[in-house]
C-alpha cells in the first residue's frame, strides 16, 4: 500500500521527467514554486513537516501541433496535484485555441473517462497529454461537421422579449430619432425617457429587440446597458390554455418618447416618482428599483 512519502516521490519523479522533456519556461512552467519546493524538501528527508506538506504542485504544459490545413492549434494543459495523488486523478483542465465552450466540455469528459479507465494509480500527465494530441482533431473534426449541419437549422423557437436598457443619459437629437424611428420600423413598443439618466424599454420579437440592441449599443455612449431583460417562449400557454402571441404579452400600445416634468440646469432631470407611477401604471414598477435600487413611493 502506497504511503504519504511514495505519492511525493512519484509526484516529483513526474514533475523531473516533465522538466526534463519541456526543458524552456514556454513549454513547461512551475507556477507554483514554493510548493514544488516543499515536496522536493519532504521527499529529500529535510523537511520539518512530516505528513507531506498541504500545498499542492502546479504547473503549465504549453504545446503548439500543427493542425490540418496548416494551421497551428495551441494547446496548454494545467495541472494540480492533490496531496495523494497518483492514488486519486490529478486536475488536469485543457485550454485549446479553436474549441468552443461546449467541445471543451466534451473533451475534459471524455479525457476524465480515459485516465480514469487507464491511468489510475500511476502518474498520468503525459497520457493526458498525449490522449489530448491524439484526439483533438476528432474535436476540431466534430465541430467542422457539426457546423456544416447546422448551418440550415431552423430559427431558435421565436420569443416575446422586453428589454430594459440604461444610458448615463440621452441628449442627442439624433440618437432619439434613431431610437424612434428603429423601434417602429421593427414594430416594437415600449417608451425612451432622454435626459439623464436615459431609459429605453423595447418590446416585442426577440430577434427584432436583438436587432435594436445591436444597433443602439454601437453608438457613441458614455455609458449603455441592458440592465434588466425577460424572454417568454411563445409556444408558452397562457393561463387560459391558448397559445401567447405576440401582442398578448406587450405592457405598452406603442411606442413613445416620454418626458417627465423635466428641470434642473439644462430641463435634463425627469421626475422620477411620475416615472414610477407610469412604470406602475403598465404593471412594471418593479423595474424601478432594477434601475434605481429604492422602493418608489
Same mark, same amino acid.
Given at each position: 500500500?502506497?504511503?504519504?512519502?511514495?505519492?511525493?516521490?512519484?509526484?516529483?519523479?513526474?514533475?523531473?521527467?516533465?522538466?526534463?522533456?519541456?526543458?524552456?519556461?514556454?513549454?513547461?512552467?512551475?507556477?507554483?514554486?514554493?510548493?514544488?519546493?516543499?515536496?522536493?524538501?519532504?521527499?529529500? %528527508?529535510?523537511?520539518?513537516?512530516?505528513?507531506?506538506?498541504?500545498?499542492?504542485?502546479?504547473?503549465?504544459?504549453?504545446?503548439?501541433?500543427?493542425?490540418? %490545413?496548416?494551421?497551428?492549434?495551441?494547446?496548454?494543459?494545467?495541472?494540480?496535484?492533490?496531496?495523494?495523488?497518483?492514488?486519486?486523478?490529478?486536475?488536469?483542465?485543457?485550454?485549446?485555441? %479553436?474549441?468552443?465552450?461546449?467541445?471543451?466540455?466534451?473533451?475534459?469528459?471524455?479525457?476524465?473517462?480515459?485516465?480514469?479507465?487507464?491511468?489510475?494509480?500511476?502518474?498520468?500527465?503525459?497520457?493526458?497529454?498525449?490522449?489530448?494530441?491524439?484526439?483533438?482533431?476528432?474535436?476540431?473534426?466534430?465541430?467542422?461537421?457539426?457546423?456544416?449541419?447546422?448551418?440550415?437549422?431552423?430559427?431558435?423557437?421565436?420569443?416575446?422579449?422586453?428589454?430594459?436598457?440604461?444610458?448615463? $443619459?440621452?441628449?442627442?437629437?439624433?440618437?432619439?430619432?434613431?431610437?424612434?424611428?428603429?423601434?417602429?420600423?421593427?414594430?416594437?413598443?415600449?417608451?425612451?425617457?432622454?435626459?439623464?439618466?436615459?431609459?429605453?424599454?423595447?418590446?416585442?420579437?426577440?430577434?427584432?429587440?436583438?436587432?435594436?440592441?445591436?444597433?443602439?449599443?454601437?453608438?457613441?455612449?458614455?455609458?449603455?446597458?441592458?440592465?434588466?431583460?425577460?424572454?417568454?417562449?411563445?409556444?408558452?400557454?397562457?393561463?387560459?390554455?391558448?397559445?401567447?402571441?405576440?401582442?398578448?404579452?406587450?405592457?405598452?400600445?406603442?411606442?413613445?418618447?416620454?418626458?417627465?416634468?423635466?428641470?434642473?440646469?439644462?430641463?435634463? $432631470?425627469?421626475?422620477?416618482?411620475?416615472?414610477?407611477?407610469?412604470?406602475?401604471?403598465?404593471?412594471?414598477?418593479?423595474?424601478?428599483?432594477?434601475?434605481?435600487?429604492?422602493?418608489?413611493?
Amino acid at each position: 500500500k502506497m504511503s504519504n512519502v511514495d505519492w511525493a516521490e512519484s509526484q516529483l519523479a513526474e514533475i523531473e521527467l516533465l522538466t526534463s522533456m519541456f526543458p524552456s519556461q514556454e513549454e513547461l512552467e512551475v507556477t507554483d514554486q514554493l510548493a514544488l519546493a516543499e515536496l522536493r524538501a519532504s521527499v529529500e %528527508g529535510t523537511a520539518a513537516t512530516d505528513p507531506p506538506p498541504r500545498s499542492r504542485p502546479q504547473f503549465l504544459i504549453k504545446q503548439k501541433l500543427d493542425a490540418e %490545413g496548416g494551421e497551428r492549434t495551441d494547446i496548454l494543459l494545467s495541472c494540480a496535484y492533490p496531496p495523494e495523488y497518483p492514488r486519486v486523478l490529478p486536475e488536469i483542465t485543457v485550454r485549446c485555441s %479553436g474549441l468552443s465552450r461546449a467541445q471543451q466540455t466534451q473533451l475534459h469528459t471524455e479525457l476524465h473517462d480515459y485516465l480514469l479507465e487507464n491511468c489510475q494509480g500511476d502518474v498520468c500527465v503525459l497520457a493526458a497529454l498525449d490522449w489530448v494530441k491524439d484526439n483533438l482533431q476528432l474535436f476540431t473534426n466534430r465541430s467542422l461537421s457539426a457546423s456544416k449541419k447546422e448551418a440550415p437549422s431552423p430559427q431558435p423557437r421565436e420569443a416575446f422579449s422586453r428589454l430594459w436598457i440604461y444610458s448615463h $443619459h440621452i441628449y442627442n437629437k439624433v440618437k432619439r430619432k434613431n431610437i424612434l424611428e428603429w423601434s417602429k420600423e421593427l414594430g416594437l413598443s415600449g417608451f425612451s425617457m432622454p435626459g439623464k439618466p436615459g431609459i429605453v424599454c423595447v418590446e416585442g420579437r426577440r430577434s427584432a429587440c436583438e436587432e435594436f440592441w445591436s444597433r443602439v449599443k454601437v453608438l457613441t455612449w458614455k455609458k449603455i446597458m441592458i440592465r434588466h431583460r425577460e424572454d417568454i417562449p411563445l409556444d408558452h400557454q397562457g393561463e387560459d390554455s391558448s397559445v401567447l402571441s405576440i401582442d398578448s404579452l406587450r405592457k405598452f400600445a406603442g411606442f413613445e418618447e416620454a418626458a417627465f416634468d423635466p428641470h434642473g440646469s439644462r430641463g435634463n $432631470h425627469m421626475d422620477l416618482g411620475q416615472l414610477y407611477q407610469f412604470l406602475n401604471e403598465k404593471g412594471c414598477c418593479d423595474v424601478f428599483q432594477m434601475y434605481f435600487g429604492i422602493e418608489g413611493r
